[in-house]
């Protein structure tokens, strides 16, 4: 293994971390961020298609256990990530500006709460007291919202 692999494996398990112990406390309405979906974005400018698919099963994975909804995120990144990685891999060579950025992010988490929201509804696993609006629009603002910060922290998008 590539110490880069290994290196950005850490990284991905800090950002599941991050959301265990400070963004699911973070919440405004309902609207939750997710960390991990912002990296895996990230790591998509780095990887080929099958790599960013393990990062994002097995780190999706690991985030599953952690919130005991196993298997829900597992999916939903997975699938995210094989529908945005064609347009995520043609954006890396240019630097985009930060409402592109913010457009890509958002449409990915609302990809990804679609998924979400559907593998959750079919296996029952969660009785929302909000709308599925909010976590489908709100969720998915937030996140972009945060990775957008992250992209003008960051400094550069490669």
């Known amino acids: 293994m590539r110490k880069s692999v290994i290196k950005h494996i850490g990284i991905g398990i800090l950002f599941v971390l991050s959301q265990l112990l400070i963004f699911q406390y ?10 991990l979906l912002v990296f895996l974005l990230w790591v998509a400018l780095k990887y080929k298609r099958h790599e960013v698919l393990f990062f994002a099963a097995g ?3 690991f985030q599953d256990s952690l919130f005991d909804v196993w298997g829900l995120n597992m999916f939903a990144k997975t699938i995210t990530m094989f529908i945005v990685y064609k347009v995520i891999s043609r954006n890396s060579e240019v630097r985009l500006l930060i409402w592109q950025v913010f457009g890509l992010i958002f449409t990915a988490s609302f990809i990804h709460n679609i998924f979400y929201l559907s593998f959750s509804s079919f296996l029952d696993a969660y009785n929302y007291s ?19 910060i992250l992209h003008l922290l960051k400094g550069d998008s490669n």
């Open 130 to 148: 909000f709308s599925p609006i909010i976590l489908l629009i709100g969720s998915s603002f937030y996140t972009a919202l945060i990775g957008s």
């Open 26 to 35: 973070l919440t405004i309405f309902g609207a939750f961020v997710d960390p």
């Open 59 to 61: 780190l999706a994975l």
